[in-house]
Structure formats: structure tokens, C-alpha cells
């Protein structure tokens, strides 16, 4: 994760720089590979997720199928280990139900810490 970019979009829950969570596939509410977040992000899309197979079936179960590709969108389909950032709350009740997938802290917008304690964020990190 060291050699990630940069992205100039504000603070991580690290209290870093922002880094960029993925792009490819191309992530981010503003589909700038960054989970920074915006008054127009409703989902508030801050939390870099690495997709686990049990993850996407969990949200596939609760109505957001995140594994089908969807063209008309241009969403290429997610599999297990691609990063994607994540609505904060869809992360919680993942947690919750004992299936959330883990995080890349660097990439997760400080934002996600009005949902979650630092110290789940970091149980659950890959950096």
C-alpha cells in the first residue's frame, strides 16, 4: 500500500493523506479511484474494502449486487480482492452480522470514524 498515489482529497482515518483505494477497477463516488466523499454522496462511499467472497454475498443478500456486471453503468463486476470503496453504513452492517470484509485504512476517508471506533477500523485493516 506504500506505493499507492497520493490523492489530494482529504484525510484518512490515520489523520494522512487520502491515498487512492483502486482504478481498476475505477472506484470512488466520483469514480476517481479515491473513497473521498462529498454533500452529493448519500452512501457516503468512504470506506476502501477489499471484496471477500462472503462479503459479496452478504450484500448481494441485502439488495446490493455487487458482483454482476452492470455495462449500462460501467461497472465491470467485483471479485474477491478487488478494493472498492464502500458506503460507510453497508460496512457496519457487514461488521455487525460477523461478514465485513477488510480495509485498507490509508485509503478510508476520516469520515468512516463517525460510524466506527478506530480500533474495529484497525481489527479489520490489511495495512
Known amino acids: 500500500m506504500s506505493d499507492a498515489p497520493v490523492v489530494r ?8 493523506a487520502l491515498q487512492s483505494c483502486s482504478s481498476d477497477p475505477m472506484t470512488g463516488f466520483y469514480r476517481d479511484g479515491c473513497c473521498r466523499t462529498g454533500p452529493e454522496d448519500h452512501g457516503l462511499h468512504t470506506v476502501c ?7 459479496l454475498e452478504f450484500s448481494k443478500s441485502r439488495g446490493n449486487d455487487l458482483s454482476t456486471p452492470r455495462p449500462e453503468w460501467g461497472f465491470p463486476g ?11 453504513l453497508r ?18 476517508h476520516f469520515s468512516m470514524l463517525e460510524h466506527a471506533e478506530i480500533e474495529v477500523l484497525k481489527a479489520h485493516a490489511i495495512d
Open 49 to 55: 474494502a477489499v471484496m471477500t467472497a462472503e462479503f
Open 9 to 16: 482529497a482529504g484525510r484518512n482515518v490515520l489523520g494522512e
Open 91 to 108: 460496512w457496519v452492517e457487514a461488521f455487525e452480522a460477523g461478514s465485513a470484509p477488510h480495509i485498507v485504512l490509508a485509503a478510508t
Open 78 to 88: 467485483l471479485r474477491p480482492g478487488d478494493q472498492w470503496c464502500l458506503c460507510a
